[in-house]
C-alpha cells in the first residue's frame, strides 16, 4: 500500500531551523499534490502547506508564509518543508499528506503520514 514517511522531527530552540522530510512509495508520486499539517496537543490539525504536482504552485497557511517553505522532488518521491524561525508556537506533530487534484487547505487527502515531532523551546 501507499507510504508517506515523515522524517526529520525534533528538538530546537526558538528562532532556529528544521528541515522535514516525506518519501513517499507506491505511489504514482508526480500525479499528486502534497500537503504539509500540524496538529498541536488540544487542537485540531491546521494546514501548514501545498504543493502541487510540477511544483510549480504552492500555497502556504497565511500565519506561515515568509518562514516555511514547501519544495519537491518528483524524481526521488519526496516532498520537504523548510521551517524557519521557529517560534514555541510551532511545536507540533507534522503530518505529509497525498491528493490527485489541486491544493486544497482542507484535510481532504487521500494519503497520510504517521507524522513527526517538531518541538521548539522557548
Known amino acids: 500500500q501507499v507510504q508517506l514517511v515523515e522524517s526529520g522531527g525534533g528538538l530546537v530552540q526558538a528562532g532556529g531551523s528544521l528541515r522535514l522530510s516525506c518519501a513517499a512509495s507506491r505511489i504514482s508520486f508526480s500525479s499528486y499534490t502534497m500537503g504539509w499539517f500540524r496538529q498541536a496537543p488540544g487542537k485540531e490539525r491546521e494546514f501548514v502547506a501545498g504543493?502541487?504536482?510540477?511544483?510549480?504552485?504552492?500555497d502556504y497557511a497565511d500565519s506561515l508564509r515568509g518562514r516555511f517553505t514547501i519544495s519537491r522532488d518528483n524524481a526521488k518521491k519526496t516532498v520537504s518543508l523548510q521551517m524557519n524561525s521557529l517560534k514555541p508556537e510551532d511545536t507540533a506533530v507534522y503530518y505529509c499528506?497525498?491528493?490527485?487534484?489541486?491544493?486544497?487547505?482542507?484535510?481532504?487527502?487521500?494519503?497520510w503520514g504517521q507524522g513527526t515531532q517538531v518541538t521548539v523551546s522557548s
Open positions: 504543493i502541487n504536482q510540477s511544483g510549480g504552485s504552492t
Open positions: 499528506a497525498a491528493r490527485l487534484y489541486m491544493i486544497t487547505t482542507t484535510d481532504d487527502y487521500k494519503y
